[in-house]
């Protein structure tokens, strides 16, 4: 079965500092590829996405993510964070089942001081 | 567009009790999907539907039901109510057609099952 697995369940950074955001999937075939983002008291929004092409792909408010093929990763970064940047991240993959339906990964906590 | 929209936004519900968790899309999206947000676990799959008239089965099924009796709407039911199906529940939608597979969620619903 499909899974999404990702490393880090809580990161804390101070303002200006990089972020990268660790997610693996499982599936070896053709495989879509999300970050989703919840802001506190929010639902979820999408920050950007991979289907084919570019590896580097770029998001909102200055993410971007990388898909690294051969080490089933779709790290996700930032070079400098900022306090509104708080948030709960989700890594998914499209299901090649339940219609296009999502896979998530249990999600991180990101926890940014000012 | 109001997007995706989920009533109630709280409730609190006695075990053996029922309830409809309300969604609607105005998007004329033909997918739409119900999920499940428990603490540190990511988001699972409840039911989805392709389209009116068709609904299938997710990763978390049990004590649940649905239907979509139109493009719009996709309502969750909850039948005797335990206290296993307190969570945040997410009802999003998407288009299949485009091949983007972006879906649009909801801001969910939190029941608390006592």
């Known amino acids: 079965a499909q899974s999404v697995s990702q490393h880090n369940h809580h990161v804390i950074l101070s303002e200006a500092a990089s972020l990268e955001l660790g997610c693996n999937y499982s599936y070896g075939g053709t495989v879509n590829l999300f970050w989703y983002v919840q802001y506190p008291g929010q639902h979820l929004q999408l920050l950007l996405k991979y289907f084919s092409g570019d590896p580097l792909v770029k998001g909102i408010k200055g993410f971007e993510a990388e898909f690294i093929k051969s080490k089933f990763s779709f790290n996700l970064r930032k070079p400098s964070v900022q306090w509104s940047d708080t948030a709960e991240y989700f890594c998914?993959?499209?299901?090649?089942?339940?219609?296009?339906?999502?896979?998530f990964g249990k999600g991180t906590t990101l926890s940014v001081s000012s | 567009n109001a997007g995706v929209t989920q009533t109630p936004k709280f409730r609190i519900l006695k075990i053996g009790q029922s309830m409809t968790l309300q969604c609607t899309q105005d998007?004329?999206?033909?997918?739409m999907y119900w999920y499940r947000q428990d603490p540190g676990m990511g988001l699972k799959l409840i039911y989805y539907s392709v389209g009116a008239g068709i609904t299938d089965k997710g990763e978390v099924p049990n004590g649940y039901n649905v239907s979509r009796s139109t493009t719009e709407d996709f309502p969750l039911r909850l039948e005797l109510a335990a206290p296993s199906q307190t969570s945040v529940y997410f009802c999003?939608?998407?288009?299949?057609?485009?091949?983007?597979?972006?879906?649009?969620f909801g801001p969910g619903t939190r029941l608390t099952v006592t």
């Open positions: 998914a993959v499209k299901s090649n089942q339940a219609g296009t339906a999502l896979i």
């Open positions: 999003a939608s998407s288009y299949r057609g485009d091949g983007n597979y972006e879906q649009y």
């Open positions: 998007m004329n999206h033909n997918y």
